[in-house]
């Protein structure tokens, strides 16, 4: 590979992985207006448009995707076999990118993660938050965080939560005024807090299960939000009811500030898992992140 194209394609990688040209060229260390010359000059080259360009974002074309689902291993492959030099000294080092979900970063990364970075102080931690699902090969990430039931069958998946279960919950006020639901059709009666989910579009249905029998709920109320934080909030408002993920409530179960209902319809599933390529170079970074990360029973 001549090296003009191996820094024009490492360009496009940025690109593609930060979704802009302004963000992109800030971790690159040259300027905008240097970075979009290199991406026109590469699309002129290969005689193809690889990046749609619009005010508000940028994003691949279906020849920029193809590209980048190929070359986007090999930089990785390369990127891990320089990281794994720093075995070579005294202190593990080098920088983990991981693809997370708000909630999991909060509840589960951030508590383990501040212990690995006190312990290792050359090793550099990038977590970027994400609703719906990444490509973390095409998109440069070292590993992902993601409900076990949520990852592919081809990655590795490594537990680092214990196995969750959904939880109803309201503020105790609000079952005071409106009573006690006990199973899935009693929650006709209430006012039921709905998430919107933003990479589908749809609202949740709310999931039970019980005596094998599952059944799918949708709900109805006067709210409807997009943040989980938001509708925990408000169901400790005293807003009506709201269904989800118990690590996401059990502070405020604790507190007292909500009360859980139905745990018999509420059976467990897989709680967060840290999933990576199977094929991916382990550095030594790497791989005390997975040690520090991993869920190992009761006390974590």
Known sequence: MAREHYNDLRALLAVARERSF????????????????????????????????????????????????????????????????????????????????????????????????????????????????????????????????????DMIAIPISPPLSMAVVASPAYFKRHGIPRTPQDLTAHDCINLRLMTQGGLYAWEFEKDGRSVNVRVEGRLTLSSARLIVQAAMDGQGLACTPDIIVAQALVEKRLKRVMLDWCSPFPGFHLYYPSRRQNSHAFALLVEALRWRGTGG
């Open 22 to 153: 302004t963000r992109a060229a800030a971790q690159m260390g040259v300027s905008q207006a240097a970075l979009s010359y290199t991406i026109r000059e590469l699309e002129r080259r290969l005689g193809i448009r690889l990046l749609t360009r619009t005010t508000r974002s940028v994003t691949p074309t279906e020849a920029g995707e193809r590209l980048l689902a190929q070359i986007a291993p090999h930089f990785a492959s390369i990127d891990s076999a320089v990281e794994d030099l720093g075995e070579l000294r005294d202190r593990p080092g080098g920088t983990l990118r991981i693809n997370s979900s708000d909630h999991a970063s909060e509840l589960v990364l951030w508590p383990k993660l501040r212990r690995l970075l006190a312990d290792y102080p050359d090793i550099r931690v990038e977590v970027m938050d994400q609703s719906g699902l990444a490509d973390i090969v095409a998109e440069g990430f070292d590993a992902g965080v993601r409900m076990g039931e949520q990852v592919a069958k």
